[in-house]
């Protein structure tokens, strides 16, 4: 009988989670004309682990380049490191940075990280928009203003805890505002 219950038990001992992230898609936006913007996120061990990454997909304006700190900072435009050896119940800081130079746009960074050559994997994705900052005044004064929304798609009546806002204009083109507060 405990033969039968080490072979039912034996798929998920090979299985097991050696490691979790504390959130696995990260939003996160800032000016254009800032040198950059980033946001983080946590990997939490349950086991002694190594760990690489490798990105897997940067959908971003050509212009544009990127950092991630893992649990400091590598070269920019790295798309492998690794592999880290972890000690069991630790929490590592896992940081993507966008660097818009200059250009307006939305930024997608996947990261497949990789635990013990393969054997665990799991992704974490940054997405990132570099807005334009406007004042409310200037963009009231615009005329051709059809609607103005948040980012649930909510038509905004005021600014009243509103980091950004999109604007649909008369000809149906949409454009993404940071407000100056």
């Not at 000690?87 to 800081?93: E, I, K």
Request: a negative charge; charged letters at 15%.
């Amino acid at each position: 009988m405990k033969f039968l219950n080490v072979l039912i038990l034996f798929p998920f001992i090979i299985y097991s989670q050696v490691f979790y992230l504390d959130s696995d898609y990260i939003e996160f936006s800032g000016n254009y004309l800032e040198n950059n913007f980033s946001s983080n996120t946590y990997l939490n061990t349950l086991t002694d682990v190594s760990v690489s990454y490798t990105i897997i997909t940067d959908s971003m304006p050509s212009e544009w380049d990127f950092q991630n700190c893992f649990p400091v900072c590598n070269p920019i435009n790295t798309y492998n490191f690794g592999p880290l050896s972890l000690p069991a119940d630790s929490s590592v800081y896992l940081n993507g940075h966008f660097y818009p130079n200059g250009v307006l746009g939305e930024g997608l960074l996947i990261m497949e990280l990789s635990a013990q050559h393969g054997l665990y994997l799991d992704t974490v994705t940054w997405r990132g928009e570099a807005v334009l900052e406007l004042d409310l005044e200037e963009v009231s004064n615009t005329k051709n203003i059809k609607y103005i929304h948040n980012i649930n798609g909510q038509q905004l009546k005021s600014f009243n805890n509103c980091n950004y806002f999109f604007v649909t204009f008369d000809d149906h083109s949409t454009k993404t505002y940071y407000i100056i507060k």
